[in-house]
């Protein structure tokens, strides 16, 4: 009796604590996450299932029983199965496309430059990535991080680099997380005040047509030059069809509902999972958050600098700003400029211009990650 | 590690191109969406001239949505004023201050010819003035 009560307690998950700490530093991790998104409500539809994956998925257990993400047949293993597929991913972008109102973007196409600019930052943290010795699959994963975009940054790792997908994800969450903290100062530092203070005209009103017109536009000329996007920007074309052609609404109304939900919710969860200390907690990991923290920076500098480039050339001045709004934190960096540009003049309405800049920093991301997919599986 | 690493994989001309595939791909798709406006109006207008003008301006159809009862016509009076008059009754309902779309959606709802056109004609005649974060009141 007393060999079974000593086989099952070096069974227990206090036993393998005790044998490896970084379990229980990942636990306090998530715990400090699970504060973060509840306390404080930090992009909490996020970080509460991150957290709490991240404090199931550091529960210590015996190898072999078949309970571990990483174990063939587990439970969690069939559910990760959507992760590393990029099945989560691509239902986000269906739910996504059928709550996104692509209005101001097309009454100011030329605000989408702007998106194309802060995805610079993604090829900027390519180079930077290679030059510290990652292989060009890490690489292409963690250079998506600057999209700032999550369920494109977990497709293209998992299509590339599966073994990453914890750090990277954790990372690109992070960042989306911290915007407040990151963004405002790249904002002071590359903007005059009189750029900030610069008014954006009234957008013109847009038809339904036109509405109705831009998905299919998109998904043809988009996934016509970068087939590889296809998982990511064919649902986001179908979703925003779907909410703009006016006759499956209820069908629009799921998929931003209770589809999306429920593809976040597995998505975050196991992702949180994917943290398990012995494969997470090692110097590559610190590398990866210090490389994703400089691709989200470099990628909001691309964004306002070329703002003001495009001011050199523009009769109507854009507000630089707007450059900021180009990574594809929806909604998180358009809010984020939207306050700059207030704190700056209380009556400078700037939201509605930086949610352009922001949708079409989402289709600029999925186009990149489609772009560094093919490079690698060509390569 | 370090440059060779980078010229070794590629790196210089994957980030060159894909930036520029990248810029390529939203500068023709921005393109292509600053003309689709242009396209449909010339479609709705090009659906006008086919029809023939009438001799006189037709009576038009009493429709009542809400409560309220509109005179129709079946195309768009040719006097602002006249716009006016037939959108003010439905301004009157939204209140002082109201979104566009409020406007359209009840235009529409009165089966009102052109609505989007007519409220641009308005906005350009200073009847709709911008009040800012997206609404707008009428100023007759």
Known sequence: MFDLLMSFLTNTGYFFISQDIRYLIMIAVGCVFLYLGIAKQYEPLLLVPIAFGIVVGNIPFFKGFGLGIYEDNSVFHYLYFGVTTGLYPSIVFLGLGAMTDFSSLLAQPKLMLLGAAAQMGVFFTLVGALFLGFLPKEAASIAIIGGADGPTSIFLTAKLAPHLIGPIAIAAYSYMALIPVIQPPIMRLLTTREERLIRMEEPREVSRTERLIFPILGVLLCCLLAPTALPLLGMLFFGNLMKECGVVDRLASTARSAIIDTATIFLGFCVGMSTQADVFL????????????????????????????????????????????????????????????????????????????????????AIAAGVLWSFNMMG | MGLDNIALNNGWSQALLGASIVMTGLVILSIAISQIHKLVDFWEKRGQKAEPEPATAPAGTATTVSGLTLEVPDQCPADINQVADLYRPIVAQLGTTFELRELYQRAAQFDLPHPHFTIKCLRDAHILIPQGDGFFSWNQ
């Open chain 1, 282 to 365: 090692t110097p590559k990991s610190l590398l990866i958050f210090a490389l994703g923290a400089v691709a989200f920076s470099l990628a909001t500098a691309s964004g306002l600098i070329f703002g003001k480039i495009m001011n050199l050339f523009l009769k109507k001045k854009i507000n630089p700003l707007l450059g900021a709004a180009g990574v594809s934190a929806v909604p998180g960096s358009a809010r984020e400029v939207h306050l700059m540009g207030q704190h700056e003049d209380p009556t400078n309405y700037l939201l509605m211009h930086a949610m352009a800049c922001n949708s079409s920093g989402v289709i600029g991301s």
